[in-house]
């Protein structure tokens, strides 16, 4: 079996997620978590308005709530002509992902949330990336550096594999991020859409695995 966590970097309720996500993967040993991004944004051209600003200020305050995730408010506010495009970060992930299979993607996912969220970084910018996403390898054993990092961003393989992520995420159905699914064999199970603390996922999970297990009937997911 193996969790599959929906998501987009640059989505705050995915911040919120990754948390209580992180805080009981290790309660889990034999199930194993990979990341299909999401791409929330993906592609955007144009600044963020006024009323857009303030609608993402919005969610953060409610992540913040539920999660107690710091945020850098006032770095994004007086950041103009922002493209709030998530295509950049998706694709980081992709990256450390084709580059090291075994990586723990999760840690890698949230070093870009933490960078952006917690310290007002620009993850549009493939070289902000590349710092934050070669230390995160590093630090976890999978040395790289940050111009290597970048190489394997920019390589047309790896966009070609985050946009089948995207189209993944698609073709089963999901427009909601964070989702976390748990996959057996060839059966697809939605667990959870939206935020959940740690508690409560730690026992959908459990539930979710043991219903599995018996053979009995979850909340099946098309084209598994």
Not at 158 to 177: L, P
Request: aromatic share 10%.
């Amino acid at each position: 079996m193996k969790l599959i966590f929906v998501g987009d970097p640059m989505c705050s309720w995915c911040y919120g997620f990754s948390k209580p996500l992180a805080e009981v993967q290790g309660a889990f040993p034999e199930t194993s978590l990979e990341i299909v991004v999401g791409g929330v944004g993906a592609g955007a051209t144009e600044p963020l308005t006024l009323a857009q600003r303030e609608f993402r200020l919005g969610h953060w305050s409610r992540v913040e709530a539920a999660s107690g995730l710091p945020f850098d408010r006032e770095t994004f506010k007086a950041r103009t002509g922002f493209v709030y495009d998530t295509e950049p970060a998706c694709r980081a992930v992709v990256a450390a992902r084709l580059m090291v299979p075994s990586i723990d993607q999760l840690s890698v996912f949230r070093a870009i949330q933490h960078g952006f969220y917690a310290n007002g970084l620009d993850v549009t910018d493939g070289e902000v990336l590349a710092g934050l996403v070669a230390e995160a390898m590093t630090g976890m054993g999978c040395a790289t550096t940050a111009e290597a990092f970048l190489a394997a961003w920019r390589a047309r393989e790896t966009v070609t594999a985050t946009h089948e992520d995207f189209q993944q995420a698609r073709a089963w159905g999901i427009s909601s991020f964070p989702t976390l699914l748990l996959q057996d064999e060839s059966r697809l199970y939605n667990l959870v859409t939206g935020f959940v603390g740690a508690r409560e996922l730690r026992a959908l999970i459990e539930a979710s695995i043991n219903t599995s297990v018996r053979g009995t009937t979850n909340k099946r997911v098309q084209h598994a």
